[in-house]
Nanobody, 124 residues
Framework: QVQLVESGGGLVQPGGSLRLSCAVS????????MGWFRQAPGKEREFVTA????????LYSDSVKGRFTISKDNAKNTVYLQMTSLNFEDTALYYC?????????????????WGQGTQVTVSS
């Protein structure tokens, strides 16, 4: 069983930065893919980014490309999401997700494990 716990959310002004963390417990296989999704009130869950647990290949949505960076520390079993140049549209509950058979990383249904989410609010 894999458990995911997000942290690092908070209130930030437009143009600011935040780093989210996702602590992963349990056995991870090299084929795992880890992703970040977000969901704003009244909207569907949206893909943000994903990374291969082994190898480190990454994928980003167009809305965050160039502003967000996903990374991992295998020794610490932690995935990070560095967010810069935040704007109002980035306000959402951010979820960490994990799966070992992920053919389409942008689809939430491809992921088996989910964290409880951490709130990011961009406000002046």
């Amino acid at each position: 069983q894999v458990q995911l716990v997000e942290s690092g959310g908070g209130l930030v002004q437009p143009g600011g930065s935040l780093r989210l963390s996702c602590a992963v417990s349990g056995r991870l296989f090299s084929t795992y893919k880890m992703g970040w999704f977000r969901q704003a009130p009244g909207k569907e869950r949206e893909f943000v980014t994903a990374i291969d647990w082994s190898g480190g290949n990454t994928l980003y949505s167009d809305s965050v490309k160039g502003r967000f960076t996903i990374s991992k520390d295998n020794a610490k079993n932690t995935v990070y999401l560095q967010m810069t140049s935040l704007n109002f549209e980035d306000t959402a509950l951010y979820y960490c997700a994990g799966g070992h058979v992920v053919a389409v990383p942008s689809r939430p249904s491809q992921y088996v494990y989910w964290g409880q989410g951490t709130q990011v609010t961009v406000s002046s």
